[in-house]
Nanobody
């Protein structure tokens, strides 16, 4: 079992920045592909960014490329999502997820463990 706890969400004006953190416990953190997903009201959950076990490979949704950066610190069992130039359409609940596979993937069904989510609200 892996427990994931997100933090760092909040209310920010358009153009602002936030950094989300997700701390993992329970199993060896470096053995998991990690990802950030988001879900806005009335919309499906979508992958925002994923990162490989070592941090060497990443994936970003087209909508966040150039604005968001995913990173991980395996020594601290933590994955981060730095979000810059935020837009109102980034408003959603953001979830951290972990998968015991080897390749990064944006498909939510592959992920075994999920956090409780943290709300990000971007005002115009």
């Amino acid at each position: 079992q892996v427990q994931l706890v997100e933090s760092g969400g909040g209310l920010v004006q358009a153009g602002g920045s936030l950094r989300l953190s997700c701390v993992a416990s329970g199993r060896t953190f470096s053995g998991y592909v990690m990802a950030w997903f988001r879900q806005a009201p009335g919309k499906e959950r979508e992958a925002v960014a994923t990162i490989s076990r070592t941090g060497g490979n990443t994936y970003y949704a087209d909508s966040v490329k150039g604005r968001f950066t995913i990173s991980r610190d395996n020594a601290k069992n933590t994955v981060y999502l730095q979000m810059n130039s935020l837009k109102p359409e980034d408003t959603a609940v953001y979830y951290c997820a972990a998968w015991g596979g080897w390749n990064i993937t944006p498909f939510a069904g592959e992920y075994d463990y999920w956090g409780q989510g943290t709300q990000v609200t971007v005002s115009s």
